[in-house]
């Protein structure tokens, strides 16, 4: 009498018949594709900025900012190693610009942001208008916008650049173009856009042509005096501080159509609760010290660090003292899509 086939050799059998049609089983995957809550991609890490700071200016002498095109160091999540990304969605990178150097004007599909980390005076041109940057500053380079980079002051300037290009890249919709001068035209005075869209007024018939903020450049000035404003009308949040977002002008959303940027003031002795959120979390720390738990980890953060928190990983923040944090993540991307999430533990 012939044994009776096992039920688990007959399925097998089916899906390797099935696959020759290019066919797989949704029930042996189902939990994997539709897991109960999300798992952290990449690992939490912190970089400290003196420790990279040699390497930032040393690749100077390797390479110029017109041959390189963009002279950056990319933070490489070490969970996602090979990848050029610091979360499953995001890239961050140091950009260094030298005095007397212009990084040559180009344009992407990618947006970009820029967070200014040292050096007083090198510029940026967006889309025809220059704007000076300071430490603390934020700037965007909104999608398919001409930009390029110069320092006409007498010392390095280093910027954090966080793009969009993992999110880009899952549509496959990257395009870039180089511009045929190595600086983009100029056609407004310093200052135009600021003034025109970021002074709680809006030209009367202007409407916004693309998805991003009309402002381009947020200068930390105006942004450490609204975060102090705060701590005058009460207490911060208990799970992430006093947080602003950056928004923009012309509708009250996010500045950018899929980086969600924002600032917080810890005031000196606060400590967090537990908070987790389905977007990853890229942090710079502007001014003070303090430190970022992650689970069993802890990271001390002094001016300039970067770190990065892994979505739906709980995490803390503790001040030293007075503590200012920019950060960055896609959670607009995934409010839009009505599938971000957070929990205050």
């Given at each position: 009498m012939s044994a009776v086939p096992n039920i688990e050799q007959q399925r097998e059998a089916f899906y390797a018949r099935a696959g020759t049609q290019h066919l797989a089983p949704l029930w042996t995957r189902l939990k994997s594709l539709v897991p109960a809550e999300p798992k952290p991609v990449g690992l939490p890490h912190r970089w400290a900025y003196d420790e990279l700071r040699p390497y930032v200016l040393e690749s100077a002498e390797h390479i110029s900012?017109?041959?390189?095109?963009?002279?950056?160091?990319?933070?490489?999540?070490?969970?996602?190693?090979?990848?050029?990304?610091?979360?499953?969605?995001?890239?961050?990178?140091?950009?260094?610009?030298?005095?007397?150097e212009v990084a040559p004007a180009h344009r992407h599909t990618q947006s970009a942001l820029r967070f200014v980390i040292?050096?007083?005076?090198?510029?940026?041109?967006?889309?025809?208008?220059?704007?000076?940057?300071?430490?603390?500053?934020?700037?965007?380079?909104?999608?398919?916008?001409?930009?390029?980079?110069?320092?006409?002051?007498?010392?390095?300037?280093?910027?954090?650049?966080?793009?969009?290009?993992p999110i880009v890249a899952l549509f496959n919709s990257t395009f870039r173009e180089d511009h045929h001068q190595a600086e983009a035209e100029i056609t407004r005075p310093a200052g135009d856009a600021l003034a025109r869209y970021g002074s709680g007024l809006l030209p009367v018939g202007w409407k916004n042509p693309s998805l991003n903020s009309p402002v381009f450049n947020y200068p930390y000035a105006r942004?450490?005096?609204?975060?102090?404003?705060?701590?005058?009308?009460?207490?911060?949040?208990?799970?992430?501080?006093?947080v602003m977002r950056y928004i923009n002008p012309a509708d009250g959303g996010w500045a950018m159509p899929t980086i969600a940027t924002m600032i917080r003031l810890l005031p000196q002795g606060v400590a967090t609760r537990p908070y987790r959120s389905s977007d990853s979390m890229v942090f710079v720390a502007v001014e003070g010290r303090g430190e970022l738990r992650v689970g069993e980890q802890r990271f001390a953060l002094t001016p300039r660090?970067?770190?990065?928190?892994?979505?739906?990983?709980?995490?803390?923040?503790q001040a030293a003292e007075d503590l200012v944090l920019f950060s960055y993540s896609d959670r607009v991307a995934q409010?839009?899509?009505?599938?971000?999430?957070e929990q205050r533990l």
């Open positions: 900012a017109d041959e390189a095109e963009r002279r950056v160091l990319i933070l490489e999540n070490p969970g996602l190693q090979g990848s050029s990304q610091i979360t499953n969605s995001l890239y961050a990178g140091l950009q260094l610009i030298m005095p007397g040292e050096g007083h005076g090198a510029y940026t041109a967006v889309n025809g208008e220059k704007t000076l940057m300071q430490p603390g500053d934020f700037v965007i380079t909104p999608s398919w916008t001409w930009h390029h980079h110069g320092n006409q002051s007498n010392g390095p300037m280093v910027w954090l650049d966080g793009l969009d290009i942004t450490r005096e609204a975060l102090q404003a705060l701590t005058r009308a009460g207490a911060p949040d208990a799970h992430q501080g006093h660090d970067v770190a990065v928190v892994p979505g739906w990983l709980p995490y803390t923040l409010e839009k899509l009505g599938f971000w999430r």
